[in-house]
């Protein structure tokens, strides 16, 4: 069945540095989403995009569907604190939209 | 706050008892959706519906689990003879079209 290949797994970085993750696939789709998830709440939506080649911001956040429509990116600049939280793709055709395992962001003091 | 709400946040059952857990959606959004999600992955999906049908169930929807959307509004999960092997965050997700709007989830512990 699909599924996305979401890396890296887990990433420790230092405060202000940059922060990129991906997700890849082996099927096409329509829709590339970008949410974030904190302990014991729901994922929160950060980015949607829509157009294959699309690159779209959300302050520090800026992701793209790439041209494939196989896969996505999504960037980070300047970490803080906040930051720190559970990253999912997930990437949808017709009604149902299938998820990353999700990339769990760390930040060192 | 106009966002999707669950209740209960949280349910603590005894294996074998039945629960129900309500998603209220962004009020314009026709579709609405269920997850389960367990520690480490992302949200699986159980179900959706468009308006009051039920459109989809997944495999991992067993005989014991029941979705309702009466009114095309507010839905309800059930789980009939809980096992612990069901305990998992349940999110409720809404949509106007491709991109889904979730709540802060159901955690359900079956002791």
């Known amino acids: 069945g699909q599924q996305l290949n979401q890396s890296p797994q887990s990433m420790f970085i230092q405060e202000g540095e940059d922060v990129s993750m991906n997700c890849t696939s082996s099927?096409?789709?329509?829709?590339w989403l970008w949410y974030k998830q904190d302990p014991g709440e729901g994922p929160v939506l950060l980015i949607a995009l829509y157009k294959a080649g699309e690159l779209t911001s959300n302050g520090r956040l800026t992701a793209q569907f790439g041209i494939t429509r196989k896969d996505s990116f999504l960037n980070i600049s300047a970490s803080i604190p906040s930051d720190v939280g559970i990253y999912f793709c997930a990437a949808s055709v017709d009604d149902k939209i299938i998820f990353g395992k999700g990339t769990r962001l760390h930040i060192l003091p | 706050d106009t966002g999707v709400s669950q209740n209960p946040r949280h349910k603590i059952t005894k294996r074998g008892q039945n629960v129900t857990f309500r998603c209220d959606p962004i009020?314009?959004?026709?579709?609405l959706y269920w997850y389960r999600q367990t520690l480490g992955q992302g949200p699986e999906f159980l179900t959706y519906f468009q308006n009051e049908a039920q459109l989809e169930k997944s495999r991992l929807l067993s005989d014991r689990f029941s979705a309702e959307r009466p009114k095309g509004s507010f839905s309800t999960l059930e789980i009939q003879r809980t096992e612990q092997g069901d305990s998992a965050m349940y999110l409720c997700?809404?949509?106007?079209?491709?991109?889904?709007?979730f709540g802060p989830g159901t955690r359900l512990t079956v002791l």
């Open positions: 997700a809404s949509s106007p079209h491709n991109t889904q709007y």
């Open positions: 099927s096409i789709f329509n829709t």
């Open positions: 009020s314009e959004h026709n579709r």
